[in-house]
T-cell receptor, first 109, second 114 residues
């Protein structure tokens, strides 16, 4: 089955700086790569997703890149704000998605 | 539009007991997936139901089971509880399936096994 590795497990950045979270996947058949944000006491919420026919996707301050050859995909958050503090999960799959272990992002004001 | 509703939100059980968790998906969503979330393991897939049929299953023992009703509401059951079953159990619904797009998560049911 699919195996998704996510790094780093924790990340602290100063407000206004950029944050990057990286994931690798094992199954070359995976064609769907979503990213979820989980705030304290809430369920994860989709923030951006990308499919295997696209190399990059951007939505305001967040962007995702996908390298199918290397089986890598990354989340980039620019101009971070305190409200970006949360746990972020990457996922990959085709019949079902497998989640990474999560990255706890802390944005320091 | 109401979101995904999970009940109960919190519960405490003792080893050996069994528990049933409930999930009401967003109206019109036919797929319901269940995940176990623990600090060290992240989000682990339990199973997915679509139109009352189990479509995918994760690598959990047979003590974990589920079902889906004709109104798309779903329940999961854990029998013979173990300490390691303590976790946040998340339910997610989607219109077409877990692989076709966005999963809409509930806030979870936090189970503590003593």
């Amino acid at each position: 089955g699919e195996n998704v590795e996510q790094h780093p497990s924790t990340l602290s950045v100063q407000e206004g700086d950029s944050a990057v979270i990286k994931c690798t996947y094992s199954d070359s058949a995976s064609n769907y790569f979503p990213w979820y944000k989980q705030e304290l006491g809430k369920g994860p919420q989709l923030i951006i997703d990308i499919r295997s026919n696209v190399g990059e996707k951007k939505d305001q301050r967040i962007a995702v890149t996908l390298n199918k050859t290397a089986k890598h995909f990354s989340l980039h958050i620019t101009e971070t704000q305190p409200e970006d503090s949360a746990v972020y999960f990457c996922a990959a799959g085709y019949q079902k998605v497998t989640f990474g272990i999560g990255t706890k992002l802390q944005v320091i004001p | 539009k109401a979101g995904v509703t999970q009940t109960p939100r919190y519960l405490i059980k003792t080893r050996g007991q069994q528990v049933t968790l409930s999930c009401s998906p967003i109206s019109g969503h036919r797929s319901v997936s269940w995940y176990q979330q623990t600090p060290g393991q992240g989000l682990q897939f339990l199973f997915e139901y679509f139109s009352e049929t189990q479509r995918n299953k994760g690598n959990f023992p047979g003590r974990f089971s589920g079902r889906q009703f004709s109104n798309s509401r779903s329940e999961m059951n854990v029998s013979t509880l173990e300490l390691g079953d303590s976790a946040l159990y998340l339910c997610a619904s989607s219109p077409g399936g877990a692989n076709t797009g966005e999963l809409f998560f509930g806030e979870g049911s936090r189970l503590t096994v003593l």
